[in-house]
């Protein structure tokens, strides 16, 4: 499925490849231009005139206006293109992914996001944002500590809400593999959270998400 009147402003960074893997499991695609996060692009004009916050994902949309934050992107998406459905087919469906999402996102992933500008990013964000080093590793066992309390809600699955694959899913699991990959390894021991990385892991979108997509090379 293509939509060509948005335009997905893309990076090389988690947020986005969380967005990238939910195009991926809706087969939606939209054309897309790269924003170079690591130059600092995404700081200054003419992304910042698009974007204030200087964040990405951002989405410009048919009537020249953007929209940002890659949930919100992701709930604007939903309700134009419902199938398959990512966070629900019903109210009660809906809720309970938004109920997960909101679990991962603020007791997990937004710690692992601080921890990494505090510690291992710091080099890159000290110069953009208030970074606070002392509290990196006090982040880190935080988001370790709730990562084992959502695994101790998790049912059988094989996903967080139940059979469902749903939004609350990839933004997990492209945190975590984020978290690994800049010296915040998850306890591959946690009974339901191990196996289900593993089951992410294997989805085809998984390693199709991990680098913007080809054509956003025409930024």
Not at 29 to 47: K, L, Q, T, W, Y
Not at 54 to 62: K, N, S, V
Not at 93 to 122: D, K, M, P
Not at 151 to 157: C, E, R, T, V
Request: one cysteine or more.
């Amino acid at each position: 499925m293509s939509q060509t009147t948005l335009l997905l402003h893309d990076a090389d960074s988690p947020a986005p490849r969380c967005l990238r893997m939910y195009l991926l499991e809706k087969g939606l695609h939209i054309p897309s231009v790269m924003v170079d996060v690591f130059s600092g692009e995404n700081r200054r004009a003419p992304f910042t005139d698009l974007n204030p916050a200087g964040q990405t994902p951002a989405l410009t949309l048919p009537d020249g206006s953007a929209l940002a934050e890659s949930v919100a992107i992701v709930e604007y998406l939903e309700e134009l293109y419902p199938e398959p459905a990512l966070i629900g087919a019903t109210p009660l469906e809906r809720a309970v992914c938004r109920q997960w999402w909101r679990r991962v996102e603020l007791n997990i992933t937004e710690f692992i996001h601080n921890a990494f500008h505090y510690a291992e990013g710091i080099g890159r964000f000290r110069t953009r944002i208030p970074v606070v080093p002392e509290a990196a590793d006090g982040l880190k066992r935080v988001a370790q500590d709730r990562l084992a309390w959502l695994d101790a809600m998790m049912g059988a699955g094989p996903y967080l809400c139940g059979q469902r694959l749903t939004a609350a899913d990839i933004w997990l699991y492209v945190w975590l593999d984020f978290g690994a990959s800049v010296g915040q390894p998850f306890d591959r021991g946690l009974p339901h959270i191990g196996p289900w990385f593993d089951r992410m892991a294997a989805r085809p979108s998984a390693e199709a998400s991990r680098k913007p997509f080809v054509d956003s090379a025409t930024a």
